[in-house]
């Protein structure tokens, strides 16, 4: 189908607000007779609590409460557990602690909230913090992930053997038999570390219980109002009609912000009710390197057994995830980099085992990419050893063992986080590989390029690889769409918005849809006030499950509006068309009706609604695929590294994306380019450093680097169209795409920078100081 | 974090003994020490007010000595927490007479450190604990050339006390040196 708005350049129509500082973020909301929490958090990762004393801190003039676990009575308890364990896997070990609201007797990890204080004013409650005197039993840190495991670690959870969290088996025909056959055996060990999500806005959350009115209205910065405002009223008691959850605009969400409950939405709801006055708190910078959630930390024994061409036989991991004190998001990460640790490839003999154990640092969930960069981290890097092993060309290697495009869809035989089968539903991935190579200039690079500047003394390197990425996963999203009365369309969504350009992107399908203006549509999204089902923003679905939820909802309006219009215009429904906000005759155009009369027309004063006919023109539906859209790509950079000080400068980077369908490509070019420069971030710069006792060593942002304007490269993205064969629109997600090849690319990239050295890396991120010690091991083994 | 350093004093290990067990000689040495007294057997308990970078607070906690060998070696523990976090030390000190009036200290020890002043402070720690180590020597050489002589007058020492500002400054100080260090514009 041409389409006229869906895949144009519409600039985003939320800019101006966001642009101008007139966009309302949860911090901009000041309510009257408002109080203002903060939390004392502990200073140990690992500590039972003696005793807490809270009386010095309640002298404080201004000090309104204080108050613990205790104080808590029967409103204490943990949070839900989001994402339970694949109930289709046998032999699943799955070990369920989630995180509490207030610790009551052991502390386990750092930054964990003790106490809260509630007062007139930010400032009197941090110094009332201050004053709680806390007496404190040090206990030795579970930090590192495998000596966490021995029989003689101190336990995270004293009431488990051991630090086990969890344990499970995937495999798919049978690796033994093509270990037997293989002339290749290849095995490696790597390990990925830390990093932070690092949103510019941290989390916050206004609270307002209105005891007259007997309803809760919360401002929260999350990813997921809808589950927040069922979890909130359940935990408190309360129908789901006496809570309104809005997540206004969001300065930035990349995974952590769909957590739930963090402790202080545990915490802050409980308050208001208890004080009938509205309680506010921003997370502050040091906070959110402590209690916002984090990921990427795993271990992985890799072996690729391989033929004399360099086809892949099979593969076989043991991987080791780290999921913090806590699992409540149950095993989505991890089960992302099982069903991406195959990349691109045709892989028919799979065998993964993964073991997921608690340790005193922060909760582990899915930040951008989710699990996926470790996965294709470990097959691409992988198949670059394999390919040097051989002798062969690393595009070789690649173009050898891709999917097919006839193959699709591609069923892997294991389940992905979704817990339905890891199917790709379509793909064409030679093309998009093929044509990376040309824009990034490979043969010239290779056989011209390199040689020069290397005869100049700089060491200059290319890596291009290619990856998949499973998106679009149910379980579902909704919309609804309305006309006005004054012929504009209001629409909402529950999914929220943290800069995906909803407003825009979802306004340009039901503008399509209904022959309107991109600026007759209001978009409303993350107000629960305004829809009643959904799950959030989250695994690169918006596009797929709330976008065709939308173009459900908008054609299912343009049928009532077609049969409306019909009888009023006394026109067959299949002669008339929507255009500029009118229906008309195909072929008498003065033959017409805006749609804002019809609107009225559908709601009458006077007289009855037909049986068996809704008022108004309004729609509300829902989309749930069977399984997900596999977005594909690849990325490609030239860098140059100065082997005097390990800084690094891209010259070139060049991504080709294909997610499919495109609703706007201005707004898909944006999340490569923002995708590009978190995995940047995962290549060179943020690590997270936890020393032996589990403290943070660099939690602020002058310490925890992450990549600014100057180290970021100009990025080419082409785009191909390899359509969604599973939802209407076609469309693929393309969120996390960005981040997902980085790592590898640029490894690859490195080593290529420095043959003399051959390098085989097996982690990341690097760093200057790293890749210095990295070189020095190879200048001493020579 | 490893702390590890050797001074030259004037003075007989037993001189130098001594006055590393004077509380009035140790709070004087010791930038912000609000209190220090011993409360039992080789066990003090001292009140500091420390400031790293950004990070500042009073600190308060014990300091225990053991596997005393007068006047040669003694162990030292530490452990304490303020509002910027906790730390937590073990640290052995040797004394060796080199003869000539002269003894040289050996320190060697493991300083855990957490909360805020880990988070924050890390990058500048190194330098001040450095810095700080350096000047209570500093003030300690003439703290001992001080008592040697009133013994020697039959006098009462006379101690100056550092201030917190001059120690303060001298801190700052350091951490500027490092800094240009690093970037190697130091003579600049």
């Not at chain 1, 690992?46 to 309640?58: E, G, L, Y």
């Not at chain 1, 806005?201 to 206004?206: A, K």
């Not at chain 1, 154990?357 to 960069?373: D, E, H, L, S």
Request: proline share 6%; with cysteine; hydrophobic share 40%.
């Amino acid at each position: 189908m041409k389409h006229k708005i869906i895949g144009k350049r519409v600039k985003r129509v939320e800019d101006p607000r966001l642009l101008t500082g007139g966009a309302l973020f949860v911090d901009d909301v000041n309510l009257p007779n408002m109080l203002h929490a903060a939390f004392l958090r502990s200073d140990y990762a690992h500590a039972r609590i003696k005793n807490i004393d809270t009386s010095q801190a309640k002298t404080i003039p201004g000090v309104v409460g204080v108050y613990t676990a205790e104080d808590m009575g029967d409103a204490w308890e943990p949070g839900p557990p989001l994402v339970s364990p694949p109930p289709t896997l046998e032999n699943v070990i799955f070990n369920s602690r989630r995180q509490v609201p207030l610790v009551k007797d052991k502390v386990k990890h750092a930054g964990e909230i003790i106490a809260v204080v509630v007062a007139e004013n930010r400032y009197i409650a941090e110094d009332a913090v201050e004053e709680i005197s806390l007496e404190y039993e040090p206990l030795p840190a579970v930090v590192d992930l495998e000596k966490c495991l021995e029989p003689d670690s101190p336990l995270v959870h004293e009431d488990l053997d051991s630090n086990l969290a969890a344990h499970l088996i995937q495999q798919k025909g049978d690796y033994q038999k093509a270990l037997a056959t293989a002339d290749l055996v290849i095995k490696k060990r790597f390990h990925l570390d830390r990093g932070a999500a690092a949103a510019m806005e941290n989390r916050g959350l206004v609270v307002d219980w209105n005891e007259k009115d007997q309803h809760l209205m919360v401002w929260d910065a999350t990813q997921s109002p809808i589950p927040i405002r069922n979890g909130m009223a359940s935990r408190l008691g309360l129908r789901t009609h006496q809570v309104r959850v809005v997540a206004p605009f969001v300065g930035g969400g990349f995974g952590p912000k769909i957590m739930m409950f963090y402790a202080e939405e545990m915490v802050l709801p409980w308050l208001t009710r208890q004080l009938k006055r509205p309680v506010k708190w921003i997370e502050d910078r040091r906070e959110n390197f402590y209690a916002t959630t984090q990921e990427r930390e795993q271990i992985h024994e890799v072996e690729m057994a391989l033929s004399r061409e360099g086809r892949i036989l099979g593969i076989k991991q043991k991987i080791i995830h780290d999921t913090g004190a806590y699992d409540p998001y149950g095993l989505t990460t991890p089960l992302n980099t099982q069903s991406h640790s195959m990349g691109a490839y045709d892989v028919e003999n799979y065998y993964s085992e993964l073991t997921v154990v608690f340790t005193n640092k922060t909760i582990v969930t899915p930040v951008r990419g989710a699990g996926r960069p470790q996965g294709i981290f470990i097959v691409e890097r992988m198949l670059d050893f394999a390919a040097r092993e051989l002798d062969l060309d690393p595009r070789e290697i690649r173009r050898l063992n891709f999917i097919p495009p006839e193959a699709f869809p591609y069923n892997h035989e294991i389940i992905d986080q979704a817990f339905t089968d890891l199917v790709f539903d379509s793909g064409n991935y030679l093309p998009a590989y093929n044509k990376a190579l040309e824009k990034i200039g490979y043969d010239k690079f290779i056989q011209e390029e390199q040689p020069r500047l290397r005869a100049e003394g700089k060491h200059v390197g290319i890596g291009v690889v290619p990856f998949i990425e499973t998106t679009g996963v149910g379980p579902y999203e909704g919309a609804r769409v309305a006309i006005e009365p004054s012929g504009k369309i209001s629409a909402a969504t529950g999914v929220g918005t943290q800069g995906q350009s909803h407003m825009t992107s979802f306004a340009q399908i039901i503008a399509e849809v209904l022959g309107v203006e991109v600026e007759d549509v209001s978009m409303v999204t993350g107000d629960t006030a305004e829809i009643h089902w959904g799950t959030g923003t989250f695994a690169s679905r918006g596009a797929v499950v709330a976008g065709n939820a939308v173009n459900a909802a908008a054609l299912d309006v343009r049928q009532k509006v077609l049969a409306l219009a019909s009888k009023v215009l006394k026109t067959p429904e299949d002669e008339l068309e929507l255009e500029g906000g009118q229906v008309r005759a195909a072929d008498i155009p003065e033959q017409s009706i805006s749609l804002g009369e019809l609107a009225i027309l559908a709601n009458p004063f006077r007289g009855a609604v037909e049986p068996g006919t809704e008022p108004g023109l309004e729609s509300t539906k829902y989309f749930g695929p069977a399984y997900g859209a596999t977005a594909f790509g690849v990325h490609g950079m030239i860098l140059e590294v100065d082997p005097e000080t390990m800084m690094i400068k891209i010259h070139k980077y060049v991504t080709v994306e294909d997610c499919g369908t495109m609703l706007n490509p201005l707004v898909v070019e944006g999340q490569i380019h923002g995708g590009v420069s978190m995995g940047l971030g995962n290549c060179y710069y943020e690590k997270l450093h936890f020393d032996e006792s589990g403290q943070l060593l660099n939690a602020s942002l002058a310490d925890y680097l992450i990549p600014s304007a100057s180290e970021m490269p100009h990025i080419e993205v082409i785009h191909e169209n390899t359509p969604a064969p599973n939802n209407a629109l076609g469309t693929k997600g393309v969120g996390e795409a960005g981040a997902i090849p980085v790592p590898a690319a640029f490894m690859q990239a490195l080593e290529n920078a420095l043959p003399e050295y051959n390098l085989e890396i097996t982690e990341t991120p690097l760093s200057p100081n790293r890749l210095y010690e990295l070189l020095q091991k190879k200048e001493r083994n020579k | 974090m490893k702390v590890q350093g050797e001074h030259l004093f004037k003075g007989t290990p037993q001189q130098v003994w001594d006055l590393f067990r004077d509380t009035e000689v140790m709070s004087a040495a010791l930038p912000g020490t609000k209190k220090m007294e011993l409360i039992g057997e080789n066990i003090y308990e001292a009140v500091m007010n420390v400031r790293v970078g950004p990070v500042a607070g009073e600190f308060s906690g014990q300091l225990v000595i053991s596997n005393e060998n007068y006047p040669h070696s003694y162990t030292m523990t530490v452990e304490g927490r303020g509002k910027p976090g906790f730390m937590k030390g073990v640290g052995d000190v040797i004394l060796k007479d080199q003869g000539g009036n002269q003894t040289s200290m050996e320190y060697v020890g493991e300083v855990q450190i957490g909360g805020k002043l880990a988070a924050v402070g890390q990058r500048l720690i190194d330098t001040v604990a450095k810095s700080i180590i350096n000047q209570a020597f500093e003030i300690l050489d003439n703290a001992l050339t001080e008592r040697v002589s009133a013994d020697a007058e039959g006098r009462e020492a006379d101690y100056r006390k550092s201030s917190e500002r001059d120690y303060a400054a001298t801190v700052a100080k350091d951490l500027i040196k490092n800094v240009l260090k690093r970037t190697g514009s130091e003579d600049s």
